[in-house]
């Protein structure tokens, strides 16, 4: 039975208690209006005849003979009828009590169907839920509108929430366990470089020893300060000091900072000025991101290749192109360039693989979103978009 069946059947019962209680207050009633009117009767009568009063207290305390009598019909030959004098008593009560028994009898069966409906429920939902603490999915089942039914809807969320993160804490340990065997080999190479270098400065004080022990001990420190750099990210303890910022000159500022890195590859920088366009984004950290952006372009461009910038702005964002003429992104590897340790194809021998990733990090702190893509006319571009909030 429905819980909408069960509300019908109990309105019912309760209806008919409320009819049956309202007829017993109505005989109390009729009563009371019979003996008004007998009394008023006696009243009046031994006023006009005193000499009766005998008789007729005589005949009152005689009222067991008079509901045996026979007799009827005297009033009759008056023009008086029982529907002067007040209702039939016995059809009267038991009337008013088939009503109350079958009022009961529908609000004790309504209390044991909603009792039963309610346990049935409880029940089903018990189940479902030791399912789901086993693992196993559990579809949301359908159920009638009422509290229990709101009751149900929030459980199914609170469970919901609880296995999403009891499965994001599972991945993150999952990943924390791969990110600290990818640190552990990222910190090997260099490590064992430079032990090597100077087991071989020793034997040969050869100064170009000396280079490499200096070419690795810069590759540590940077590790160090991106390892430093994502566990504060992780940690939400990176402080971004959001202002208006030029978007040519932040893009210039890069270039300017990979200068040195730019004689050594042979690929130039080239920013292109169009209008004028303001990001609301922390300078330092922005320019942070787009340097290993751009780090990366010039990183796969062929030697003597350039690195374009583009920037353009529409009333949503504002869209900045950093794009090589390289040979583009392996198409397998796009998918995974933005992960943290992640090395592709044409990753270089050095790589660390966490450059791209903290670039991500950085502008999506900041409402924006990055992707990679290769340029239908070659070579790869990354599409950086800032959106522009009130």
């Not at 109505?26 to 006009?48: G, I």
């Not at 693992?135 to 009751?151: P, T």
């Not at 270098?197 to 540590?220: P, V």
């Not at 780090?295 to 869209?319: A, F, W």
Request: hydrophobic share 40%; with cysteine.
């Amino acid at each position: 039975m429905t819980e909408r069946k069960i509300k019908i059947l109990m309105g019912l019962a309760a209806f008919l208690i409320v009819c049956s209680v309202s007829a017993f207050a109505m005989y109390q009633y009729q009563a009371r209006e019979q003996y008004r009117l007998l009394d008023a009767f006696c009243e009046r009568l031994q006023e006009e005849r005193p000499d009766v009063e005998q008789t007729m207290l005589e005949i009152i305390k005689e009222k067991d003979v008079l509901r045996e009598s026979e007799t009827s019909g005297y009033l009759e030959t008056f023009g008086y009828t029982p529907s002067d004098l007040g209702w039939n008593r016995g059809i009267f009560l038991k009337s008013a009590g088939a009503g109350l028994l079958t009022g009961g009898i529908l609000l004790f069966c309504g209390f044991i169907y909603w009792r039963r409906n309610i346990f049935q429920r409880i029940r089903i939902l018990t189940d479902d839920l030791e399912k789901m603490n086993q693992g196993d999915s559990v579809l949301l089942r359908k159920e009638a509108e009422g509290e229990f039914s709101k009751l149900q809807d929030e459980i199914y969320k609170t469970v919901t929430s609880l296995q999403q993160t009891r499965d994001y804490a599972v991945r993150a340990k999952n990943q924390f366990a791969d990110h600290l065997s990818n640190i552990a080999h990222q910190l090997k190479t260099p490590v064992t470089s430079i032990s090597l270098s100077l087991q071989m400065l020793q034997k040969t004080n050869s100064s170009k020893y000396i280079l490499q022990i200096k070419r690795q001990l810069n590759r540590l420190k940077y590790l160090e300060e991106a390892l430093l750099l994502l566990a504060r990210i992780d940690a939400g303890t990176l402080v971004l000091k959001k202002g208006k910022t030029d978007v040519f000159t932040l893009l210039m500022l890069a270039a300017d900072n990979l200068q040195e890195l730019s004689v050594q590859y042979g690929v130039s920088i080239d920013v292109l000025k169009t209008e004028e366009a303001d990001i609301s984004a922390d300078p330092e950290w922005t320019m942070e991101a787009v340097i290993n952006l751009m780090k990366d372009c010039m990183e796969h461009s062929p030697e003597g290749g350039r690195v374009y910038c583009t920037y353009e702005k529409n009333p949503l964002y504002i869209q900045i192109n950093i794009w090589d003429e390289g040979p583009g992104f392996p198409e397998e590897d796009i998918p995974y360039l933005f992960d943290r340790f992640f090395r592709g194809k044409n990753a270089k021998k050095d790589s660390i693989g966490i450059g791209l990733s903290i670039a991500r990090e950085i502008i999506e702190m900041q409402d924006g979103v990055v992707r990679a893509y290769n340029r239908p006319q070659g070579g790869a571009c990354f599409e950086i978009r800032m959106y522009q909030r009130e």
